[in-house]
């Protein structure tokens, strides 16, 4: 059964510093990544997908990374700002199934100004 | 048109009421899944439908939960008899393909309290 893990559970750091949230899955079969942005009583707000075959994905300041043989994702985040803060949520598809994503139990980011 | 929306943002039950929350997905998406998240955890998949067929509802915790899309376009996810355990935040999302990977997008979710 695919497990996914996301640590730290939380983190925060002052305005302007560079970061790394990650993500690990238990069954490296898995079809692509999707990270998320989730605010506080809102929904979720797709980043960045990874397809299985690329390694990396870039969209403004975030870049994600996929390295399926270790089971493990990486979100980076540059110069990070107080608008950054929110819940960020890794998920799997796993290979062959209906496209039900498998969640971590995200990180929560505070970046304080 | 505009992104997935769902209805009514809250809602409180008492124990043992039936409950009904509506998604109604982007326009002309035809895959559409169900969540459900506890407070302070990631969501957990319920259901998919692909069109009008429900395809999968392996995640449906019991048969109090049923949901339905009877014409491929607006859900409805009924929890008959609520719990308290069933308090949570339903997420619905639709994606413009069917089967996997591709990008899912999140309507704002229902909150549901049951007392």
């Known amino acids: 059964k695919q497990e996914v893990t996301q640590i730290p559970a939380a983190l925060s750091v002052p305005e302007g510093e560079n970061l790394v949230l990650n993500c690990s899955f238990t069954d490296s079969a898995i079809y692509n990544l999707q990270w998320f942005r989730q605010d506080p009583g809102k929904g979720l707000t797709s980043l960045l997908l990874?397809?299985?075959?690329?390694r990396e994905q870039t969209s403004g300041r975030l870049n994600a990374s996929l390295d399926k043989s270790s089971g493990r994702s990486t979100l980076y985040i540059a110069a990070s700002q107080p608008g950054d803060s929110a819940t960020y949520l890794c998920?799997?598809?796993?290979?062959?199934?209906?496209?039900?994503?498998?969640f971590g139990q995200g990180t929560t980011l505070q970046v304080k100004p | 048109g505009a992104g997935v929306s769902q209805s009514p943002r809250y809602k409180v039950a008492k124990r043992g009421q039936d409950v009904a929350l509506r998604c109604d997905p982007i326009?002309?998406?035809?895959?559409l899944f169900w969540y459900q998240q506890a407070l302070g955890q990631g969501p957990e998949f319920l259901t998919y439908f692909q069109n009008e067929a429900q395809l999968d509802k392996s995640g449906l915790p019991s048969d109090r939960f049923f949901a339905e899309r009877p014409e491929g376009s607006v859900s409805t996810l009924k929890i008959q008899r609520t719990q308290q355990e069933d308090s949570a935040v339903y997420l619905c999302?639709?994606?413009?393909?069917?089967?996997?990977?591709?990008?899912?997008?999140f309507g704002p979710g229902t909150r549901l309290t049951v007392l």
């Open positions: 990874i397809q299985s075959s690329q």
């Open positions: 326009s002309g998406h035809v895959s």
């Open positions: 998920a799997v598809w796993g290979s062959g199934n209906t496209g039900k994503l498998i």
């Open positions: 999302a639709s994606s413009k393909r069917e089967g996997t990977a591709d990008t899912q997008y």
